[in-house]
Nanobody, 124 residues
Framework: QVQLVESGGGVVQAGGSLRLSCAAS????????MGWFRQAPGKEREFAAA????????SYADSVTGRFTISRDNAKNTVYLQMNSLKPEDAAVYYC?????????????????WGQGTQVTVSS
């Protein structure tokens, strides 16, 4: 069992940066791949980034590649999403998720545990 709590969302101007954090509790965090997904109003939830259990392997959606960086600190049971050069289209509720497997995945159904989400608003 893994419990996830996101933080770090807020309002930022286009071109700005935010760092999201996801604090995890539970014995399996260090062996779980982690992902960040986002959902804008009226749209389906979509993949943003994922990281392997070790942190050595990452995966990104094309829309965020080069601007977002996912990382994790297993000693702190925390995964991060550094978001730079934010665009209005990045505005969404961002969700942290954990899967029962070591490798990053962009598939929503492969993630078992989800946080409540944190709102990111980007003003133009």
């Amino acid at each position: 069992q893994v419990q996830l709590v996101e933080s770090g969302g807020g309002v930022v101007q286009a071109g700005g940066s935010l760092r999201l954090s996801c604090a995890a509790s539970g014995r399996t965090f260090s062996t779980s791949a982690m992902g960040w997904f986002r959902q804008a109003p009226g749209k389906e939830r979509e993949f943003a980034a994922a990281v392997s259990w070790s942190g050595r392997s990452t995966s990104y959606a094309d829309s965020v590649t080069g601007r977002f960086t996912i990382s994790r600190d297993n000693a702190k049971n925390t995964v991060y999403l550094q978001m730079n050069s934010l665009k209005p289209e990045d505005a969404a509720v961002y969700y942290c998720a954990a899967r029962n497997g070591p490798s990053p995945s962009s598939t929503i159904s492969e993630y078992t545990y989800w946080g409540q989400g944190t709102q990111v608003t980007v003003s133009s």
